[in-house]
């Protein structure tokens, strides 16, 4: 079964500070893997996404992604908190049935930045 | 590029009564659209798959009957939930996509709306 988990309920880390969401997966082919955001009450925000390529994904408000394909990893960072990014976050992974796919998501993940 | 609206962001109904949401691709024609329900502070679980024309493929244990999904246009689909309960109060995001198969890769969401049935 294709799945995704990420491991914390809650990150917290200073503002300023380096910032890390971890994700891990289980699919069956390549995988394709996502990371978006939610702020309360509204939808997701698509932040970035790996498909094939560089293992180094840049994104949006300055986060990025590492995809370890032997760790079946695919972390979220950011060199700098900022307080803004306090938000849920979502890692996923595209799930394929016959010609369809469909994202699964993680729990998410809340990341709290003090100031 | 690539908003997807949902109308009403929030209603509050009674028990008993039908709802219908509308979840609309405003600048591109999607081809798939999906619908999602989301309880406080959890993940987002998937209901539906629905492409443009044909019926709504449904998720294991999602009840068909109560939760209509109409596809009938490549920029509209309508959510209805039909006699509305209290356990149904949710937050119902809805998410669309451009093309169909492996070539196509990112799903864009509405902003959600919120249901309370009292």
């Known amino acids: 079964a294709q799945s995704v988990a990420q491991p914390e309920d809650q990150v917290n880390v200073a503002e300023g500070n380096p910032l890390t969401v971890k994700c891990t997966y289980s699919?069956?082919?390549?995988?394709?893997l996502f990371w978006y955001v939610q702020y309360p009450n509204r939808g997701l925000q698509f932040l970035l996404k790996y498909i094939t390529g560089d293992n180094l994904v840049k994104g949006s408000y300055g986060f990025e992604a590492e995809f370890n394909k032997s760790q079946t990893s695919f972390h979220l960072k950011k060199p700098s908190a900022l307080v803004s990014d306090s938000a849920l976050y979502f890692c996923?992974?595209?799930?394929?049935?016959?010609?369809?796919?469909?994202?699964?998501f993680g729990q998410g993940t809340t990341l709290q930045v003090k100031p | 590029g690539a908003v997807v609206s949902q109308h009403p962001s929030w209603v509050i109904c009674k028990s008993g009564t039908s709802v219908k949401i509308e979840c609309r691709s405003l600048d591109f024609q999607a081809t798939t659209m999906f619908w999602y329900r989301q309880f406080p502070k959890q993940s987002l679980m998937l209901m539906a798959t629905?492409?443009?024309?044909?019926?709504?493929?449904?998720e294991q244990g999602v009840e068909k009957d109560k939760f209509l999904i109409n596809h009938a246009s490549l920029t509209l689909s309508t959510l209805t939930v039909t006699s509305a309960h209290p356990e149904d109060s949710s937050f119902y995001i809805c998410?669309?996509?451009?093309?169909?198969?492996?070539?196509?890769?990112?799903?864009?969401f509405g902003p959600g709306t919120r249901l309370t049935v009292t």
């Open positions: 998410s669309a996509r451009r093309g169909s198969g492996r070539s196509t890769y990112e799903q864009y």
């Open positions: 699919v069956s082919g390549n995988p394709y």
């Open positions: 629905s492409n443009e024309g044909s019926k709504a493929t449904y």
């Open positions: 996923a992974v595209r799930a394929y049935s016959g010609n369809t796919g469909k994202l699964i």
